[in-house]
């Protein structure tokens, strides 16, 4: 699949502009990961699977990663990417383990991607560009804080990748930065609404 048909589909699906940020932010931050830990090569394919990880669940949330693979086939999505797509949900609404580093990236991002935007749109600058871990530290605590955002996840992702919490987080950091502003400004584009 090329990611038109990609973004076309997301769309057909998903049409709230808070949906449409995060699959654009999951898409930007699964391609820094695919570059980062040295899997440039599938930067196309993380990237991807990011950008639809919750093609379902707008549209069937109570559906949400078991509708997925019917969905996915309409773009011809793989046996591969639709188990990366459906194990992002593992514990919660799949028992589809995470299994490939890139799977456990998605898993541990996902949710974290939701608490240090909750976290930048709380700043001054309204931005990740200027974040520091422990500033995102102190939002993670304050379970009251984005209350949406599963800290168990989180964790449970950290520990799958073998990372320490402040590791994931950094990165993550890392990751939003580097495609904050194209994320806005395709955001703008596709919905017409700035976030």
Not at 105 to 122: C, H, Q, R, Y
């Amino acid at each position: 699949m090329d990611r038109q048909e990609a973004l076309q589909l997301l769309r057909k699906y998903n049409g709230e502009p808070f949906h449409i940020m995060h699959a654009l932010t999951v898409e930007g931050v699964m391609r820094w990961y695919a570059r980062e830990l040295g899997y440039g090569d599938e930067e196309d394919f993380w990237g991807l699977v990011g950008l639809l990880h919750d093609i379902d669940f707008e549209k069937y949330p109570e559906q949400h990663c078991k509708k997925a693979p019917e969905l996915l086939k309409e773009i011809d999505a793989d046996d591969r990417f639709i188990h990366a797509v459906v194990c992002h949900g593992y514990g919660l609404c799949s028992d589809v383990e995470p299994e490939h580093e890139m799977e456990k990236v998605l898993f541990a991002s996902d949710e974290l991607t939701g608490l240090i935007w909750a976290a930048a749109k709380m700043r001054p600058s309204k931005s990740t560009q200027d974040m520091e871990v422990k500033s995102l530290k102190k939002k993670f605590k304050d379970k009251s804080f984005a209350a949406g955002c599963s800290r168990d996840v989180i964790k449970m992702g950290a520990e799958l990748l073998g990372w320490e919490l402040p590791d994931l987080f950094e990165k993550t950091i890392l990751a939003m930065r580097s495609c904050e502003d194209s994320v806005r400004s395709e955001c703008f584009a596709l919905t017409g609404v700035r976030e």
